[in-house]
């Protein structure tokens, strides 16, 4: 299970990377986006969890609809995490500004 789990970080961790290249090129460009250093762990932290938890879904449940079941549950908590997070969606302490 680790050999599993250290080799799929492999393969996400470029990809969040990617993925995080977005907004601090926006940075670049723009003024409009103001990301601090916490958010960018914050959301590498969150993109690394929801790709290990799709790959997880993947490697161990065996049927494909049990698995576009989880996979959507698990991308669905991912979008309302960032909605909290970016505009306070629920109004919770850890909402933005």
């Known amino acids: 299970m680790l050999y599993f789990l250290l080799n799929m970080m492999i393969r996400i961790l470029p990809i969040v990377g990617l ?16 990301w601090s250093y916490f958010d960018f762990i ?4 969150l993109l690394t969890i929801t790709g290990l938890l799709i790959g997880i879904v993947l490697k161990k449940v065996k049927y494909y609809k049990y698995r576009e079941v989880f996979i959507v549950i698990i991308v669905m908590i991912f979008l309302l995490i960032w909605a909290e997070l970016a505009v306070g969606l629920f109004g919770t302490p850890f909402a933005g500004d």
């Open 42 to 45: 914050i959301m590498g932290t």
């Open 19 to 34: 993925l995080l290249l977005i907004p601090l090129i926006a940075m670049q460009l723009t003024s409009e986006v103001n």
